[in-house]
Each structure stands twice: as structure tokens, then as C-alpha cells.
């Protein structure tokens, strides 16, 4: 699945430097998982293996392998490679990088300009790349942690293939602490437990495990340590959350598809994640809300004042105790029995509302507050309901050029059972009163 480096002893020299530069690959041969990237049937493997590497953008988060494999392709290529950093770069540094990218093309080497956090460069430097990628100045690999869909511009993307890399899981994570107990000699003093423990920690990201195995090989501890000992002396490393990124998106859809699922167990621990991840409560109360609406609706009308009144209890309660009113409410959604009836009935009403916007409705329902009005026939023939026997005249109420549509079609679920029931009543009922 996922990361970086490099096997081969450093050199007592290199004591100094940080692990995770120790570590990096010389090959690409070295990096750890990306299979289904560099592999000869992913996209790069199959480029290379061609000699045809195009621009790319590759997509991951932190700690995968994005500069290490931007470098090892420059290498694989017989290209300069260059990197910046669209947080610190602007126009001018972007300007002397393409200048210098043609002066190298003059004299026959190709340029390989590794632009990380791409998605940081507003549209009209992200434009400013394309010329000097469609001429071959530079071959272009940037690097981001979000959707390119959404961040980067399609003029960008049409020209760059995107090459989207995997966190790092606990096999891959536990093969580079392998080889960073190589590369320094020694094993860690931590047990079993307190090994995955470690893992854990780093929560799929290689430079944070190494980081933290710099900690614990910097304390010199002469006897091992259990998971508990690890806790109190290491912090657990903070949930990757962007409560504007990708991971809000991607977050809230989990939990929106485990309640629909009805899977009380997925739709809690999605919600548990969302708040580690710092998100606002309120904006899940919103969305839960909106969850009991569209997902549930009139299958059972009690879910929404269940939501509503959650969303109130945290209002009056605040973080953390009012988390769990909404815990409860996010659990009484996943059981409760599902429908889309009413959503999907109002969906259509609207579509039928704009082709039919004109038409007015029936004389028959037309208030006549004045003579001239009654002398058009306003409210002539207007059947009052609560005269008729069942309190059910059975008189149309559509436009009279329109054709009677069916929107609501309740299901044989919940509240709507009942419902259903109801409205094959009045289909009865206004079929004997027609005829």
C-alpha cells in the first residue's frame, strides 16, 4: 500500500541526519507498497517501462512516498529535478524556474519540477504551467493531499495523469520499522503490544513512525516497554482531518450511507471520527437532521423531533455531554425503518411545477371575494369536504389542463404502512365518486 525508503547502510556520517532522510530509497525498486502505482500493470511501471513518463499529480496522504518517488523518477529519467512549494513560491520564483528549465533544454537535459501542495496554487499559476508543459520545458509531478477533482483546474488536470497513493498499512508499517532497527543497529524496547502500539500511532504515515521511533530509541531505556508505558510517554498522534477538505466530504458520506444502511454500529464510529477530527457538532446535528428528512422521513415522522431535539440538548448541554444526544440520535436513525418516498414525491412535484408554471389552478378552489369574481365563476361547484360523506368529495384539485400525476408512493415500511393504507382509501374513494 503505501511508502518510501531505503534499505542500504548510511555511512557513520549520516548519524546526524534524520531517519526518514537515512532511509530513502536509492531505486524505485526500494519503495515500500504503491503496487498498484509502480507496479509493471500501474500507471507509472507501464510508463516507464515505455520510456513515455507524462506529467503527473500524484494524490496521498502525508507520510506515502510523494517526493520520494518524484525524486526516483527524475533519477529514472535523466532529469534535473527541481521542487518547490506552492505555499512558500509565487510568480517570480515561478519564473526563474522556467527560465532555468529552458536553458537546461537548450543544452539537452530535461527538467522535472516537483510542485508540492499543488492544490495550494490559485488558477492563474496553476495556468502558467501549461505552456511550459505542452512545449516539454518541464515534466511536471505535483504532489497533493486533496481531491484533484475539485482543486485543480481541468485545463491542469487534461494534461497530467493523476496517480493516486495508498496510506501505509500495519504490514508496510511494520516492514520499515524493520528496517529502521537495521539501519540503527538495534532492536526497539518495546514488546509486542507496545510495537503495535507504535504502529498505531503513526496512523499510516511512514515519516511520523520514523519520527517516533527517533523518540523512543532517544530515551535509552534498558528494559522493554509495554503498550501502557508507551501511552504515557508518547502523545498518539493527532486523526488526519480537514474539516474543509477532502476527509469532511469523504467522512460525512460514510456516515450518511451507514445510517441509510441501518447499521448502527459503521454510523456511530463514523460520527466518533468526525468529532476526534474536530468537526463541529453542530454541523453533524444539521446533517442528521437533514439524514431523518430525506432518508427516513414519513416511515417515521418521530425521527426528525428525535434530530431536532438533540440538536437542542447540545445547544443547552456543549461539548462533550451533548455529543451524546446526538450519538443517540444518529443511533435511533440507523434502526429506524427507511424511506425516501417523500423526498422522491417532492423532487417530482418540483419537476412538474416548472413545466406546468403556468397553468392556473381550477376555478371550482378560487376564492370570490367580489361579484366580478363569482361572475367568472370563481368557486362555482366547490364541493366542501366536511359535507361529503368521509368528510371526501373526490374533486380534483390540479390545473384542469393537466393530466392527475401520482409524486408520493409510500412504502409497506414503518409509519408509511399506515400511510399507504390511507392513500389506497382515497384512490378507492375518489374512483366511486368520479364514476
Known sequence: MADLFDTSPAPSSDAGRPLADRLRPAKLGDVIGQESVLGPDGPLGAML???????????????????????????????????????????AELRQVFEAAKLRRANGQ?????????????????????????????????????????????????????????????VELELLLQRAEGELGQALPLDGPARDALIEMADGDGRALLNLVEQVVAWKLGEKLDRDGLAAKLARRAAQYDKSGDAHYNLISALHKSVRGSDPDASLYWF???LEGGEDPR???????????????????????????AWETYERLGSPEGELALAQAVTYLALAPKSNAGYVAYKAARSSAKATGSEPPPKHILNAPTKLMKDQGYGEGYAYDHDAEDAFSGAEYFPEKMKRPVFYQPVERGFERELKRRLDYFVKLRAKRNS
Open 49 to 91: 517501462a515505455a520510456g513515455s513518463l507524462g506529467s503527473l499529480i500524484l494524490w496521498g496522504p502525508p507520510g506515502v512516498g510523494k517526493t520520494t518517488i518524484a525524486r526516483l523518477l527524475a533519477d529514472e529519467t535523466d532529469r534535473h529535478f527541481v521542487q518547490i512549494s506552492a505555499i512558500f513560491s509565487g510568480v
Open 110 to 170: 530535461g527538467t522535472l519540477l516537483f510542485v508540492d501542495e499543488i492544490h495550494r496554487f490559485n488558477k492563474a499559476q496553476q495556468d502558467g504551467f501549461l505552456p511550459h508543459m505542452e512545449d516539454g520545458t518541464i515534466l511536471l509531478v505535483g504532489a497533493t493531499t486533496e481531491n484533484p477533482s475539485f482543486e485543480l483546474n481541468a485545463a491542469l488536470l487534461s494534461r497530467a495523469q493523476v496517480a493516486v497513493l495508498e496510506r501505509l498499512g500495519p
Open 272 to 274: 466518533a471520527r468526525m
Open 283 to 309: 454541523f453533524l446535528a444539521r446533517r442528521i437532521t437533514r439524514m431523518s428528512v430525506e432518508d427516513i422521513g414519513l416511515a417515521d415522522p418521530q425521527a426528525q423531533a428525535v434530530c431536532l431535539q
